[in-house]
Structures are given as C-alpha cells and as structure tokens.
C-alpha cells in the first residue's frame, strides 16, 4: 500500500496515543487495565479479519421478490444495537461500582460488539449479493 496523507496522519496518532498511554498506565494501574483491555480487543479484531470470505450463495430470482427490503432490514438491525447501547451505560456504571476493571471490560466489549455485528452483517450482504471484496 502507497502511504497517503491519512496513512501517515493514522500512523502517527496511533504512535502518540501508544506512547501516551504507556506514559499514563506507569501512572495509574486502571488505566493499564484500560490499555490491556484495548490490546486484547485488538488482538481478536486482528484475529477475525484472518477469517476467510464467505461462500457466495446462489440466489434464485423468486427468494428476491419476496424477500424483505434491504433497507428495512438494516433499519431493523440499527434500531435494535442503538436499543441495546441504550442500557450499556447502567450496566457498566453498575457493575464498575464492584469492580472498575469489569466494568471497563464490559463497556469495550459492548461497544466492539456493535461494530462486530455490523461487520458480520456486511459479510453476509457481500456473499449474499456475489460481490467482490
């Protein structure tokens, strides 16, 4: 890949931040619970873009009239996980009264979970559809 001017602004956020927060988990042992919830959220991000492509599935033109709009269904979904991360605040602060790590752990989780569910849900289009990519 050719560095571009938002490779490299990417690039050396990314160095600042590593190196802020390295600076600041010496300082605060939660927040090096934080980084280490990071990293190993990374990691399995890291890890599911290893998968292979999905099969492509063969559709036949009766499935598709009378299948749901796509747009209706992507409503669906987004309505759904916005519900969903409606509660994610009480839980986490509720669970971070016992322990702040658990709750940290939790709201990461919650939020990679969004972006999981939108990703495996793009999968699903693109086999669906037969595209390429």
């Known amino acids: 890949m050719k560095p571009n001017i938002f490779s490299i602004i990417l690039y050396v956020g990314t160095a600042i931040t590593v190196v802020a927060l390295a600076y600041a988990s010496f300082q605060s042992a939660t927040v090096a619970w934080s980084v280490g919830i990071c990293v190993a959220i990374g990691v399995v991000v890291y890890a599911f ?3 292979p492509e999905p099969k492509k599935v063969a ?3 009766e499935t598709s009239s009378t299948a749901r709009s796509p747009a209706a269904q992507a409503a669906v979904v987004v309505a759904v996980i916005f ?9 986490v602060l509720w669970l971070g009264r016992y322990s702040p790590e658990l709750g940290a752990f ?9 972006f999981l569910i939108l990703w495996l ?7 669906r559809n037969g595209d390429q990519g």
């Open 49 to 51: 873009s290893k998968l």
């Open 59 to 61: 559709r036949s033109e």
């Open 83 to 91: 519900g969903l991360m409606l509660i994610v605040p009480t839980v």
């Open 106 to 114: 939790v709201g990461g989780v919650a939020l990679m979970a969004m």
């Open 121 to 127: 849900r793009s999968r699903y289009q693109r086999s």
